[in-house]
C-alpha cells in the first residue's frame, strides 16, 4: 500500500511517498525559515505564498524521487488541522486536486497524530504505548492503547515547550528558530545557571513554562541593570535543564503509572539533545523501549503524514472532497 502525504500547516511545504506504513520512498521537505527569520517568526500570509509556490513542485519531487507515477498511489494523506488555516488549505486544495485527477481516496490527518506517527517509521509500536509531544505549539502526555486511540493525560496550561525555547533564545538574541541553537550552546559546556522546576500539583501531567521563561528574562534585565555580562551558555545550559527534567520526570511517572511497554517522543523539540539523552537514558534504565524519530522525522515533515494517514485508510477513513482547514483541530480516535 503506497501512500502520498502532504504537509503544509506551518512553515514547511512537504510532500512523501510512503509505502505499508513504515517505508519511506521520498520525502521532500521545503523549509521557508529564511524567508521568516527576520521576522523573528512565521508570517502566516507569508508562509501561504510560499505554500503556494511550493506545493506542486514538491510533490512532482516526491513522485520523481519515488521513481512513480501518479497511478502507483493507493491514497493521499494530508494534514487537516491544526495549523495556520491559510496554510493548511494550500495542502488540502493540492491534495484535493491530486486525489480528484487520479481517481484516489482523500484520508484528513491531524498534524500531532503525524508527530506521533513518525516513530512508525523507526520501530513498530507496542501496546499500551505513552507519548511525549513537544513541538512547537504542542506539549502533551498521550496515552495510546492501540493504534489511532489517544488519551490526553496532561498538556501544558500555558507555552508548549518549543515556544518557550523560541522565546528564551529572542531574549538571547538567537536566530529563529532558537531550539536548535540553545541545544548547541547548553552543550558547549562550562557552568548552568539555576531556573526553578515547575512541577505544579503532585498529581499533575500538565506543564507550565511560562514561569521558567519569566524567570530567564528577569535574570536577563537584572544582570543588564547591574551592568553585568551575561554568559548566554550558563542561561541557554539552565534553562535547557529545567525543561529535560520536568519532561523526562514526568513522562517517567506516566509512563510507571500506565505500566507502558513503549515510550516515544515526538515534536520539534524531540530533536533536542539534551532530552534525547535524558529520556533514552531514564528508560532504557527502567527497562522500558523508547524511541525518537531521527531528527529529519521531528520537525515538520510529509513522511509523518502519510505513516499516520496509512493506518487510517487501512481502518476504512476516508475525508470527504468538501474537507475544510481545521486550525483547532482536536486529537481524535481512529476507530
Ligand atoms: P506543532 O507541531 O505544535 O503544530 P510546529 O509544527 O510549528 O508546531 P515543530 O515543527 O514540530 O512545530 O517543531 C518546531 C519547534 O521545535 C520550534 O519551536 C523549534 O525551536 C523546536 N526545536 C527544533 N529543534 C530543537 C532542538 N534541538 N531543541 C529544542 N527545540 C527544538
Ligand atoms: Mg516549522
Ligand atoms: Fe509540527
Given amino acids: 500500500q503506497i501512500i502520498l502525504g502532504i504537509e503544509t500547516s506551518c512553515d514547511e511545504t512537504a510532500a512523501s511517498i510512503v ?20 521576522f523573528g517568526g512565521v508570517v502566516p500570509e507569508i508562509a501561504s505564498r510560499h505554500h503556494v509556490e511550493q506545493v506542486t513542485i514538491v510533490i512532482e519531487e516526491a513522485l520523481k524521487q519515488a521513481n512513480m507515477q501518479p497511478s502507483d498511489i493507493d491514497a493521499v494523506a ?5 495549523g495556520l488555516v491559510g496554510a493548511l488549505l494550500i495542502g488540502i486544495n493540492a491534495a484535493k486536486a491530486f486525489a480528484f ?16 506517527y ?11 504505548l505513552l507519548a511525549l509531544v513537544v513541538s512547537g505549539g504542542h506539549t502533551e502526555i498521550v496515552l495510546m492503547r492501540n493504534h489511532g486511540s489517544f488519551e490526553l493525560i496532561g498538556e501544558t496550561r ?10 528564551v533564545a529572542r531574549v538571547l538574541k538567537l536566530p529563529y528558530p532558537g531550539g536548535p541553537h540553545i541545544d548547541r550552546l547548553a552543550h558547549e559546556g562550562g557552568e548552568a545557571l539555576v531556573f526553578p522546576r515547575i512541577w505544579l500539583e503532585q498529581d499533575s501531567y500538565d506543564f507550565s513554562f511560562s514561569g521558567l521563561k519569566s ?31 520536568v519532561l523526562t520526570g514526568k513522562t517517567l511517572r ?13 515534536g520539534g523539540v524531540s530533536a533536542n539533545k539534551g532530552l534525547r539523552k535524558s529520556l533514552k537514558d531514564t528508560f532504557s534504565k527502567e527497562g522500558i523501549t523508547f524511541t525518537v524519530p531521527p531528527l529529519f522525522l521531528c520537525t515538520d515533515n510529509a513522511a509523518m503524514i502519510a505513516a499516520a494517514g496509512s493506518v487510517m485508510f487501512e481502518k476504512g477513513h476516508k475525508s470527504s472532497m468538501s474537507m475544510n482547514g481545521k486550525p483547532g483541530m482536536p486529537l481524535f480516535d481512529w476507530n
Avoid: C
Avoid at 118 to 128: G, H, R, S, Y
Avoid at 158 to 166: F, L, M
Fill in 19 to 38: 509505502r505499508n506504513g513504515r517505508e519511506i520512498v521520498s520525502n521532500v521537505v521545503a523549509s521557508q525559515i529564511e524567508s521568516h527569520k527576520r
Fill in 78 to 82: 494530508v494534514t487537516e488541522g491544526p
Fill in 101 to 116: 485527477a487520479n481517481g484516489l481516496p482523500l484520508v484528513g490527518v491531524h498534524h500531532i497524530a503525524g508527530h506521533i
Fill in 118 to 128: 513518525a516513530n512508525q517509521l523507526v520501530e513498530p509500536m507496542q501496546f499500551p
Fill in 158 to 167: 500555558d507555552d508548549a515547550a518549543g515556544e518557550a525555547y523560541d522565546k
Fill in 215 to 245: 524567570s530567564v528574562i528577569n535574570y536577563m534585565h537584572n544582570a543588564e541593570q547591574r551592568g553585568e555580562v551575561v554568559n548566554p551558555q550558563a542561561v541557554a545550559a539552565g534553562f535547557q535543564a529545567s525543561v529535560v527534567e
Fill in 254 to 266: 506516566a509512563a510507571r503509572e500506565f505500566k507502558v511497554k513503549h515510550v516515544i517522543a515526538a
